[in-house]
């Protein structure tokens, strides 16, 4: 869960993705959060019967409401976030609303989740190291207190790369608003070649004016010479 959460939400954050459609990193994020909860889910019903056949019991722990909480939530984050943002139903403007909402949502369940394997791995260790003890710090204690500390380092890193805003995707070319031509480099070819146009007119006039007086001048000393 929290490996292909992870995936699911920064897989809009990537560079090399941002050449993809729109439409196919919906079904991505899609896709990787479908898997992610299949194997939550997998992960819950694993847990409930190992607890029933060793007769420990169901649902006493801080870690096993945390998680199912975090389970329940992840799942109507699924549910609206299909029937909002995949399927083409619901409105732009509802979709512009909840979209704040499915981002902070989707990162504190992140969150969630992984509060809720450091509270696992240490309820893990505090049942099962009885000789040596928890306390004692063996080898055991040592390892898992280590992959708690790579489990926070992970998870503010997910949180810092979905929280920079340089590193959104791009709006899509269709949804670009078109500035007026005189702002944007169209109008600048068409004003130079306006420009081109004008100047290449006023040369051809110079060009014409200079013959016509060359004209003229050929003229008056013709007309002089017969005079002559």
Request: charged share 15%; hydrophobic share 50%; aromatic share 10%.
């Amino acid at each position: 869960l929290v490996s292909v959460l992870s995936s699911a939400i920064i897989v809009y954050r990537l560079p090399w993705t941002w050449k993809c459609s729109k439409l196919l990193m919906k079904f991505i994020h899609a896709g990787l959060n479908t898997i992610a909860m299949i194997l939550a889910i997998v992960a819950m019903v694993a847990a409930f019967e190992y607890h029933n056949a060793q007769n420990i019991p169901n649902m006493y722990s801080l870690h096993s409401w945390i998680g199912l909480t975090a389970l329940i939530c992840y799942s109507l984050q699924l549910f609206f976030g299909f029937a909002v943002f995949l399927l083409p139903f619901a409105p732009v403007y509802l979709r512009a609303l909840l979209m704040p909402i499915h981002v902070y949502s989707g990162l504190t369940i992140f969150a969630t989740v992984i509060a809720t394997a450091l509270m696992g791995i240490t309820e893990k260790l505090l049942f099962s190291l009885r000789d040596p003890a928890y306390s004692s710090s063996p080898p055991e204690a040592t390892f898992v207190n280590c992959l708690g500390l790579l489990l926070v380092i992970f998870g503010l890193l997910i949180l810092w790369m979905a929280s920079r805003p340089h590193w959104k995707r791009p709006l899509e070319e269709s949804t670009k608003v078109l500035r007026p031509i005189g702002g944007t480099a169209e109008g600048t070819e068409v004003e130079s070649t306006m420009t081109s146009s004008s100047n290449a007119d006023k040369s051809d006039m110079r060009i014409n004016t200079e013959a016509a007086r060359k004209q003229n001048l050929k003229f008056d000393e013709s007309g002089q010479r017969s005079t002559m």
